[in-house]
């Protein structure tokens, strides 16, 4: 479509473009970087965890413990993912939303602590 010193002519032009709204588009990096940094600094994760964390994590490496990412999972349950419903000692069930439902699954918390990686 284009031929080669045709890019070679819009390179130069383009950059030029962009230097002459470098200060423009720094102010505006820096603005949005301040923002957040001010977002993740108020956001206090309840139950512990990384105060980076975005709310709606489920990551697991971003909590503290294996009970405060269970209750995260099951905050988010309301939503339609997946959590883990303690019904015994050290027994959970897996609930999903799935239809038709799945085979019962359930796991005893020292398999979901090596399956999401916690010691505690």
Known sequence: MFGAGAIATLVPVFLTGCASQGDDAAAFANAGSARDNAMISSD??????NPRRSPTSTDPRD????DDYLAQRQ???ATGQAWYRRIGQDTYELVTTMTPA???????RAELMRQFGFTR
């Open 44 to 49: 206090k994760p309840s139950g512990g965890g």
């Open 102 to 108: 799945p085979a019962r699954r359930t796991f005893t």
């Open 75 to 77: 905050r988010l349950g």
């Open 63 to 66: 909590f503290d413990s294996l």
